[in-house]
Structure formats: structure tokens, C-alpha cells
């Protein structure tokens, strides 16, 4: 399957104008894909995501019905590093570029259905993960750097932002959530957001949540 890889590879990088890696892609029909070796950097030459390894197996049965069913995604020695400053984020070429992809002129097709993911009862492994987010308007850092972490993702709204974790199991981690600036203070009600997580287990693993006002 080196085509495949290479035809992805030289895709991706004329699709998004920046260097794109891509050690191996393989699929094993019907149900399984594979990448390996996948490095993407952003319109500055830094790294914004570096995978080692990404294995998704999905739901055949579903693709029928114009739905994209995760049932497990496995993620192994991954870097991804998020920056915002002044309200642009180094990955906003990346949405750029497949949005451009529908004509602005075409008439719109009330008949076609569009597809739908699926996360429900998905299982989740990540080990060796580091996700950075720094965000310079609000003077913001978040960092988890995820040794080992497994959970079964028994509901996902993705409209409500809504989610529901069943067996967590998270060690040998480190998550970092610090603010240097100020709340301000707003009528304005915070985005809707919700978590459950049941059967929670976390062992070997810090947490550090600091604010101008508060640190735990």
C-alpha cells in the first residue's frame, strides 16, 4: 500500500501548502485504518501535530446510511501544539482548506443527506499523548501530557457538546490548566459544555488549575 501512502501524502501537502509527512497509511478492508508516521507542520514551519501511530476501525453497516461509526480509535506517541493570537489559531489553514472545497455558487441540494459521525460506545486508548494549547489573548496555557489513558465513550452529542465517559482509567499523566488574565466579567453565558464520567479510575496522575484568583 506505498501508492496510497504516497498519493495521501502529496495530497494533503498540495491541498494544505505546508509539509506533510506520512510514514504509512494501510487499510485492511472493510473496517480498519491505519497511520503511521504522520507530521504536519503549519504555515510558520512549526510542528502542529506529529503522530506515531492512529488505528480507527469503523462500522461498516453504517457507511450505508451515510454515517461514519468510530467503534475504536487507538493513539500512540502523539504531539499536537495549538497557538492562538489575535484571534487566529496556526491551524486555521487547515479548515480553510477543505472548506474551499464546496463552490460558494452551487445551488444547494435540500434532497442530499449529509453524513454523520458516530463516537457512541467507542473505546478511546491514548498512551505516550502531549497536547499543548497556548492562547495569548486569554493568557491561557493547557498542557496533558497522557502516559496512558482508556475509556469507552458511552454517549457523544456533538451538536450539545454533550459526553459521557464510562470506564476511565488515566495514569502516569500530568494535566495543566493555568490563566494569567483576569476573568472578565459578562452577561454573556459560558458555552455549553457537559461531562459525565462513571467508573473512573486514575492513578499516578497530577493536576495543577491555576488562576489569578485560585490554584489547586
Not at 35 to 40: A, K, P, R, V, W
Not at 127 to 141: G, H, M, W, Y
Not at 185 to 211: C, E, M, W
Amino acid at each position: 500500500q506505498q501508492r496510497l501512502t504516497q498519493t495521501t501524502e502529496t495530497f494533503l501537502q498540495e491541498k494544505l501548502g505546508t509539509r506533510v509527512e506520512i510514514g504509512a497509511v494501510r487499510v485492511r478492508f472493510p473496517t480498519t485504518v491505519s497511520m503511521e508516521g504522520f507530521l504536519l507542520e503549519d504555515q510558520q514551519g512549526d510542528t502542529l501535530a506529529q503522530v506515531g501511530n492512529l488505528v480507527v476501525t469503523l462500522g461498516m453497516w453504517k457507511l450505508l446510511n451515510q454515517t461514519v461509526e468510530l467503534q475504536d480509535i487507538a493513539l500512540e506517541n502523539a504531539r499536537v501544539f495549538v497557538h492562538t493570537k489575535d484571534s487566529l489559531s496556526n491551524y486555521d489553514f487547515v479548515l480553510r482548506a477543505f472548506a474551499s472545497d464546496s463552490p460558494p455558487t452551487a445551488p444547494a441540494d435540500t434532497t442530499a443527506s449529509s453524513w454523520k459521525l458516530q463516537l457512541d460506545a467507542a473505546v478511546l486508548q491514548l498512551k505516550q499523548v502531549d497536547f499543548r494549547l497556548i492562547d495569548e489573548d486569554a493568557e491561557s496555557t493547557t498542557r496533558a501530557t497522557i502516559g496512558t489513558a482508556k475509556t469507552t465513550i458511552a454517549k457523544a452529542d456533538l451538536d450539545n457538546l454533550y459526553f459521557e465517559l464510562d470506564g476511565f482509567a488515566l495514569s502516569d499523566s500530568r494535566i495543566e490548566m493555568i490563566q494569567l488574565k483576569k476573568s472578565a466579567d459578562s452577561d454573556k453565558p459560558d458555552p455549553a459544555f457537559g461531562l459525565l464520567v462513571k467508573n473512573g479510575n486514575i492513578r499516578q496522575t497530577q493536576f495543577l488549575y491555576s488562576t489569578t484568583e485560585q490554584s489547586v
